[in-house]
């Protein structure tokens, strides 16, 4: 099937007992079981899993292509407990460019938990390899990256870390499984703000885990899920699970308007540098070309004139509100260094869009206008 195919009907299925065609929410927090705790139906309590959570587990292992999936109160506990599963004295590499919770959890808490956290430019093949031989328990990708939109091979950097029996693990929040299947090129495992795209109308926090193989690592985070408890709650993962239905669709859209609003940015004069994989010339379009699909709707720019230029944008736009946070129905802007604080690791003329799903004419006109009174 295909994965337009997929998104609407994976985990989707009509109730058994009832015939509706939309999913039942269930949010029982226990289930009947027999005087000597005999399952009726495979449940017992909600934190080790519910029917709709299930639902939304089996919908994201099919759209990643994994064995099976994991959902979890927010993408940084998903990527969390993956994470701490790890032994302790594991050494991980994590991206130069990348999420800013990442970032955190790499300075502030892995080392409590005996992991060393390297930074690397994963575009450095050298470097990787380097770090692997050294030896390395994961790699962890993050492509396209935030906020530069850096494009990482997948499958030469697997086949780097799987030569050194390194884990490959892949945050795939940015292009979601319509634009780019890590689990395809090569990765163990793919993690998701479940926030962002898959959610669709920034109304539902979450995060998941799809595993290529169910086997003992897999078996022990999710045994860690369900005894530390980051669950996601079933409304959630009914909400969840509805925005997969119209994922392919949104992200049609947003490809589209994304790439006109890179376009026409990178014509602006007060704008020095646009990141957009889909820009030709720039530095990961290839990658990005041969690995996805689309190239997404995410970019950001750096302006000539640094912060206060930067500011000033942010501020006279009108469609784009002002807000952290992507991937839903509504277009956004986020000066980066003003929201990262004291140790900012974006450029301070860096402006981040989440191109939404308005016309995309009305966005350009929005630009113009804001750009024209700077
Ligand atoms: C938002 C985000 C996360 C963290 O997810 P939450 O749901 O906010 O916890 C991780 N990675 C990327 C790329 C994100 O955009």
């Not at 993956?82 to 990348?98: N, Q």
């Not at 350009?364 to 009174?373: K, N, V």
């Amino acid at each position: 099937m295909r994965l337009e195919t997929l998104a609407v009907h994976a985990g989707g299925e009509p109730d058994e007992a009832t015939g509706a065609v939309v999913p039942p929410l269930h949010l029982a927090t226990t289930f009947r079981h027999g005087a000597g705790a005999e399952r009726v139906a495979g449940y017992e309590y909600q934190r080790e899993g519910n029917p709709t959570n299930d639902r939304l587990r089996a919908a994201l292992a099919a759209l990643e292509g994994g064995e099976t999936a994991l959902t979890f109160a927010s993408g940084m506990a998903a990527m969390s407990t993956l994470l701490e599963t790890l032994p302790p004295g594991s050494r991980i590499a994590i991206p130069d460019d990348c999420y800013t919770g990442l970032r955190i959890l790499a300075a502030e808490f892995l080392p409590d938990r005996g992991i060393v956290v390297e930074r690397l430019d994963m575009g450095d093949l050298a470097a990787v390899q380097a770090a692997c031989q050294a030896g390395l328990a994961l790699l962890w990708l993050e492509t396209p990256s935030n906020p530069l939109l850096k494009v990482c091979d997948i499958q030469a950097l697997a086949a780097i870390a799987h030569a050194h029996g390194a884990l490959l693990a892949c945050d795939n929040t940015f292009a979601t499984p319509v634009l780019q299947r890590p689990l395809a090129l090569g990765a163990d495992v793919v993690m998701h703000s479940t926030t962002k795209y898959l959610g669709g109308h920034s109304d539902v926090l979450g995060g998941a885990l799809v595993f290529a193989r169910d086997d003992a690592f897999t078996q022990r985070v999710a045994r860690r899920l369900h005894v530390t408890g980051a669950t996601l709650a079933p409304f959630s993962a009914w909400l969840t699970l509805r925005g997969c239905r119209s994922l392919p669709a949104r992200m049609a859209m947003h490809c589209a308007n994304a790439a006109r609003v890179a376009g026409f940015l990178a014509s602006q004069a007060p704008v020095e540098r646009v990141h957009y994989p889909g820009l030709p010339g720039r530095a990961g379009h290839a990658i990005a070309a041969r690995q996805m699909a689309d190239f997404g709707g995410m970019l950001s720019i750096e302006m000539r004139d640094g912060a206060e230029a930067a500011l000033a944008l942010a501020g006279a736009l009108q469609l784009f509100t002002n807000a952290t946070s992507l991937g839903g129905c509504e277009s956004l802007v986020e000066h980066r260094a003003s929201v990262e604080g004291a140790n900012a690791s974006s450029p301070a003329g860096l402006l981040r869009f989440s191109v939404g799903l308005e016309h995309v004419d009305d966005l350009l006109q929005d630009l113009s206008q804001a750009l024209d009174g700077l």
